[in-house]
């Protein structure tokens, strides 16, 4: 990527790179998580940074997963639902206790890998 403003460092990028996409989608959940929370109560500018947050690691994951085309494929899904809830007229009709769930799986995934995979 070219170096633009990013919110991330360059090092957080590059271990990005290396990380499996079940820990990637989990992080990015994390962003979502934050972004329904301080939606939802009405703190918009803590929910915007988030939001922020999540389309950058949503564009990261893009970029380590771009020559495989089912994780590509489901990520760009991913974003264009967050997008659509976010900034869209949530023509997907998007429950957020639905949308956290997805992420959430991603993160039940990480915890049930035995440790030696995680190291």
Not at 39 to 53: E, M, P, V, W, Y
Not at 88 to 101: E, L, R
């Amino acid at each position: 990527m070219a170096d633009l403003n990013y919110i991330h460092s360059k090092e957080a990028r590059e271990e990005w790179q290396k990380m499996p996409i079940t820990l990637q989608m989990g992080n990015i959940g994390s962003e979502v998580s934050r972004s329904l929370k301080w939606t939802k109560q009405g703190n918009g500018l803590r929910a915007n940074s988030a939001i922020d947050r999540a389309l950058e690691l949503f564009d990261f994951t893009i970029e380590a997963n771009i020559k495989n085309h089912a994780r590509l494929t489901e990520v760009l899904k991913a974003r264009e639902e967050f997008c659509d809830y976010f900034f869209g007229n949530n023509s997907y009709h998007t429950d957020p206790a639905k949308m956290q769930k997805y992420y959430d799986g991603f993160v039940m995934i990480e915890r049930l890998k035995p440790i030696s995979q995680k190291i």
